[in-house]
């Protein structure tokens, strides 16, 4: 099935200067957001394009909550609507924001951070006295724990402040009893902040043992992190996630400790952990990163990631467990292995979930829905849109260091393809990324393709198409067809090389990230690229 589509997308001048800035996409001759597809029957609604959708319109919700790579989940409320951001790592500009009024239905603004500051980990996103706070972690040399700052969620958002910390990843902002504000870092550390939140006071003290599992449990390590903060009934609740965020099925999970002050001393839940996968043969795997949140309707749940089983290519998804308080104050997660559909929180109103992938290029959306891989700091300036074209200058040899373009798709199948022309002595093709040395996929220049596989670059048959081409990728379930057309689209001729690529995920290279649609130029010149379309299959 085909869908005929239209989209619109913004461009704003900053400071006299063009600036490509996300917009809210408006579309029409698509399914209507979240109608049913008669060709799916694997439980989901769909929406935008068959893409999965965990609203099912019956008062209940199907996990993912957001599917595809959205790790580490940071969740605000603020009065009636929900912000949540996830670690983008390299991508940028990266911090998308989204947001909610229900819990379930979720839809991206903007990317906060617009400046490549290194491998972006777990944030804590935050409000305090009115203005909003990102503190966001960083591999790089030296790694360090940043601040940026917003009077507005939609920004304009700050320079990153660095405020130094290289031995702590995944600050926790909490405000304590008597108004005091904390970094709550990994290892069960924390330091003060000053007044405004913007530098440290002191330094860091250790203030937490974490409760450590059995030694029998098949884990990746101890790996204590993650830590968040909330109140409630007059307790501090701290969360924490051990066990390694990947490596065995079974090894993340998540613990629990409480106090009575924000300055302890915290006591350890009876009952840790309080998630945890226990058998490969569940629906999610490697559950845990988790925070707590209430709904418009007083109840209270929890959002934390996982790997769909069968599916690392799809990075960490972002899951939704409701909760209860016990007779003893403490919660416990009430969803079970998050397999069956749930009934939904209530209250809210729903926001559009998602938006569509396809892109007809009138404009260009980076931020909200593309995102260039570890780019340098003039990356933006590569791309533009005129004519209905995305016009990206080459740069590089391949995509090992072309600084793709890149989308987040969470189907367990589909197909994407678009229309391809290069400059003489340019190349440009669509691959599937995972990161600088492992993708796949399909380049040409005038005379010859050339064939991405494993994070090389390998035969070079001849090309018929010459300069212009059509090109689609489609992935079912890890197997790989890529098709080539020199008619736009009337034609295609299936290309000599499968792939098979299950392995294209973490626990083979490492990074935390997924496999994701890409474009590159690559050589000289500048690339065209138009009509760019995505089917969940």
Same mark, same amino acid.
């Given at each position: 099935?085909?869908?005929?589509?239209?989209?619109?997308?913004?461009?704003?001048?900053?400071?006299?200067?063009?600036?490509?800035?996300?917009?809210?996409?408006?579309?029409?001759?698509?399914?209507?957001?979240?109608?049913?597809?008669?060709?799916?029957?694997?439980?989901?609604?769909?929406?935008?394009?068959?893409?999965?959708?965990?609203?099912?319109?019956?008062?209940?919700?199907?996990?993912?909550?957001?599917?595809?790579?959205?790790?580490?989940?940071?969740?605000?409320?603020?009065?009636?609507?929900?912000?949540?951001?996830?670690?983008?790592?390299?991508?940028?500009?990266?911090?998308?924001?989204?947001?909610?009024?229900?819990?379930?239905?979720?839809?991206?603004?903007?990317?906060?951070?617009?400046?490549?500051?290194?491998?972006?980990?777990?944030?804590?996103?935050?409000?305090?006295?009115?203005?909003?706070?990102?503190?966001?972690?960083?591999?790089?040399?030296?790694?360090?724990?940043?601040?940026?700052?917003?009077?507005?969620?939609?920004?304009?958002?700050?320079?990153?402040?660095?405020?130094?910390?290289?031995?702590?990843?995944?600050?926790?902002?909490?405000?304590?009893?008597?108004?005091?504000?904390?970094?709550?870092?990994?290892?069960?550390?924390?330091?003060?902040?000053?007044?405004?939140?913007?530098?440290?006071?002191?330094?860091?003290?250790?203030?937490?043992?974490?409760?450590?599992?059995?030694?029998?449990?098949?884990?990746?390590?101890?790996?204590?992190?993650?830590?968040?903060?909330?109140?409630?009934?007059?307790?501090?609740?701290?969360?924490?996630?051990?066990?390694?965020?990947?490596?065995?099925?079974?090894?993340?999970?998540?613990?629990?400790?409480?106090?009575?002050?924000?300055?302890?001393?915290?006591?350890?839940?009876?009952?840790?952990?309080?998630?945890?996968?226990?058998?490969?043969?569940?629906?999610?795997?490697?559950?845990?990163?988790?925070?707590?949140?209430?709904?418009?309707?007083?109840?209270?749940?929890?959002?934390?990631?996982?790997?769909?089983?069968?599916?690392?290519?799809?990075?960490?998804?972002?899951?939704?467990?409701?909760?209860?308080?016990?007779?003893?104050?403490?919660?416990?997660?009430?969803?079970?292995?998050?397999?069956?559909?749930?009934?939904?929180?209530?209250?809210?109103?729903?926001?559009?979930?998602?938006?569509?992938?396809?892109?007809?290029?009138?404009?260009?959306?980076?931020?909200?829905?593309?995102?260039?891989?570890?780019?340098?700091?003039?990356?933006?300036?590569?791309?533009?849109?005129?004519?209905?074209?995305?016009?990206?200058?080459?740069?590089?040899?391949?995509?090992?260091?072309?600084?793709?373009?890149?989308?987040?798709?969470?189907?367990?199948?589909?197909?994407?393809?678009?229309? *391809?022309?290069?400059?003489?002595? %340019?190349? /440009? $093709?669509?691959?599937?990324?995972?990161? =600088? +040395?492992?993708?796949?996929?399909? @380049?040409?220049?005038?005379?010859?393709?050339?064939?991405?596989?494993?994070?090389?670059?390998?035969?070079?048959?001849?090309?018929?198409?010459?300069?212009?081409?059509?090109?689609?990728?489609?992935?079912?379930?890890?197997? *790989?067809?890529?098709?080539?057309? %020199?008619? /736009? $689209?009337?034609?295609?001729?299936?290309? =000599? +090389?499968?792939?098979?690529?299950? @392995?294209?995920?973490?626990?083979?290279?490492?990074?935390?990230?997924?496999?994701?649609?890409?474009?590159?130029?690559?050589?000289?010149?500048?690339?065209?690229?138009?009509?760019?379309?995505?089917?969940?299959?």
């Amino acid at each position: 099935m085909t869908y005929n589509r239209r989209e619109t997308f913004g461009l704003a001048l900053a400071g006299g200067t063009a600036a490509l800035v996300p917009t809210t996409p408006a579309v029409a001759e698509l399914p209507k957001q979240g109608a049913c597809v008669s060709r799916f029957d694997d439980g989901w609604r769909r929406g935008f394009e068959g893409q999965r959708v965990a609203d099912l319109g019956d008062g209940r919700f199907l996990n993912p909550l957001i599917a595809g790579d959205h790790p580490d989940p940071a969740i605000l409320k603020d009065g009636a609507d929900y912000y949540m951001t996830f670690s983008s790592f390299d991508s940028y500009p990266g911090l998308t924001i989204w947001h909610s009024r229900d819990l379930v239905n979720w839809q991206p603004r903007k990317a906060a951070l617009t400046k490549n500051i290194g491998s972006v980990w777990a944030v804590s996103l935050e409000k305090h006295d009115g203005q909003y706070f990102l503190y966001i972690p960083v591999k790089a040399k030296p790694n360090a724990i940043h601040v940026i700052w917003a009077d507005h969620i939609d920004g304009p958002w700050s320079d990153p402040i660095d405020l130094g910390l290289p031995d702590h990843i995944d600050p926790c902002h909490a405000v304590g009893e008597d108004g005091s504000r904390w970094l709550f870092l990994s290892g069960g550390d924390r330091i003060r902040l000053a007044d405004d939140g913007l530098s440290t006071v002191g330094k860091v003290e250790h203030v937490y043992d974490p409760w450590r599992y059995p030694d029998t449990w098949d884990v990746e390590g101890f790996s204590p992190e993650g830590p968040k903060i909330v109140r409630h009934g007059g307790w501090f609740y701290m969360i924490t996630a051990v066990g390694g965020t990947a490596g065995p099925p079974t090894g993340h999970m998540v613990i629990v400790a409480r106090s009575r002050s924000i300055h302890g001393p915290w006591t350890n839940d009876p009952a840790n952990p309080v998630v945890r996968t226990v058998s490969t043969d569940e629906k999610w795997w490697s559950r845990g990163h988790a925070s707590l949140v209430e709904a418009p309707d007083g109840s209270w749940w929890s959002i934390y990631h996982g790997f769909e089983n069968g599916y690392w290519t799809l990075g960490r998804q972002a899951l939704l467990d409701p909760i209860r308080w016990t007779a003893n104050g403490w919660f416990a997660m009430t969803g079970g292995d998050l397999s069956k559909p749930l009934a939904k929180p209530k209250g809210g109103a729903a926001v559009p979930h998602g938006q569509p992938l396809s892109d007809d290029f009138r404009r260009l959306q980076v931020g909200s829905k593309w995102n260039f891989f570890r780019p340098g700091p003039a990356e933006r300036s590569r791309a533009r849109v005129e004519g209905g074209a995305l016009i990206l200058q080459a740069t590089g040899t391949a995509p090992v260091d072309s600084s793709p373009l890149m989308l987040i798709a969470g189907d367990q199948a589909y197909r994407f393809e678009c229309d *391809v022309e290069t400059a003489p002595g %340019g190349t /440009a $093709g669509l691959v599937l990324f995972y990161d =600088d +040395r492992l993708y796949c996929g399909l @380049g040409f220049d005038e005379r010859r393709f050339v064939t991405h596989q494993y994070g090389n670059e390998r035969g070079r048959p001849a090309n018929p198409h010459g300069r212009r081409m059509r090109i689609r990728i489609t992935n079912t379930r890890h197997i *790989v067809a890529i098709h080539t057309s %020199g008619d /736009a $689209g009337k034609s295609w001729h299936r290309f =000599d +090389r499968g792939m098979e690529v299950s @392995g294209y995920h973490h626990n083979v290279r490492g990074g935390f990230l997924m496999l994701r649609p890409g474009l590159y130029s690559a050589g000289s010149g500048e690339a065209r690229f138009r009509d760019f379309r995505y089917e969940a299959l």
